[in-house]
């Protein structure tokens, strides 16, 4: 992406290995990465994937920084895990494996199936994580962004846990990576959403590709077999919105309600009162 280090202005990167106290575990601090040990090894908790990971959590504090709690904090791990791997398999090419940590031999999650690794692939489907411990679930539902990265670049259909059929139609990692660096730098924010993400990756993918293009539409497929929003391509499946009603009508605003039509989007227009 031509970044200067994860504050894109040289920021001086210090990391500390073997750190005593800190086991099977692996961090970024604000400003340092810091790297355990693994249980009964002296080696050093310093995988690729890992490296990656905690490198793009101080990407994101310097960009969107999102905060590491609940949803925001979801995503947050999310980016870290889809940075972590994309790091892996530009620099190990013949390593292409979803499993995070896959080269250390201890498998911490399963992008490629989040369900293995007790992880949702269904926006608050099995696995999801409604409870208040580790931040509100961010190392658990970070799935549903995991599997949705991972069905951008492969593809895959199935049927998701809503009972939503899915088919996506894979765009590879390097433009997936593109649309998602853009989510992080430009449209995302601290308290983001993953429907906000989903909007932030269709705005990306349009910036970069067009409107019309297949990589705006196999974005929403991939969003759509994770459970949030509809798929991409059209198809005449809209209805006629009815029963639209206006309210809380001021001189500067107005709240308007119309029936759900099946749209992904609407395109509101309106005029100033005159003659």
């Known amino acids: 992406f031509n970044r200067n280090s994860v504050d894109n202005n ?18 970024w601090d604000g400003s340092s990465m810091h790297y355990g040990t693994r249980s009964g090894s002296t080696n050093g908790v310093t995988a690729i994937d890992v490296t990656g990971h ?5 990407v994101t504090q310097n960009t969107c920084g999102l905060n590491y709690s609940y949803e925001p904090g979801a995503m947050n791990e999310s980016l870290s895990d889809i940075m972590g791997k994309s790091v892996q398999f530009w620099a190990k090419p013949s390593d292409v ?6 080269d250390m031999n201890w498998i911490i999650r ?31 539902n970070s799935g549903v962004g995991n599997f949705m990265f991972y069905l951008l670049v492969n593809g895959g259909s199935g049927t998701n846990d809503n ?33 906000d993400w989903r909007t932030a990756c269709i705005n990306a993918a349009t910036d970069l590709y067009g409107s019309s293009s297949n990589e705006v539409t196999q974005v929403q497929n991939a969003w759509h077999a994770v459970g949030i929003g509809a ?28 029936s759900n039509t099946g749209a992904v989007s609407y395109n509101l227009q309106w005029k100033a009162t005159s003659s």
Do not use: F
């Not at 059929?165 to 959403?193: C, F, H, M, N, P």
């Open 10 to 27: 040289g920021y001086a990167l210090t990391s500390y290995v073997n750190q005593t106290g800190t086991t099977d575990n692996a961090y």
């Open 54 to 58: 905690e490198l793009t959590h101080g």
């Open 97 to 102: 494996n979803w499993l995070l940590s896959n």
């Open 110 to 140: 399963d992008m490629s199936n989040p369900n293995a690794q007790g992880q949702p692939d269904t926006y608050k489907g099995t696995y999801w994580y409604s409870g208040s411990g580790d931040y509100g679930g961010v190392h658990t």
């Open 163 to 195: 009972g939503d059929a899915y088919s996506v139609s894979g765009i590879g990692l390097s433009e997936a990576d593109q649309i998602i660096y853009r989510t992080q730098t430009v449209y995302l924010t601290s308290t983001s959403k993953y429907a």
């Open 231 to 258: 798929a991409g391509g059209g198809g005449g499946t809209c209805t006629i919105p009815s029963g639209l009603s206006t309210s809380a009508l001021t001189a500067t605003s107005a709240t308007l309600s119309w």
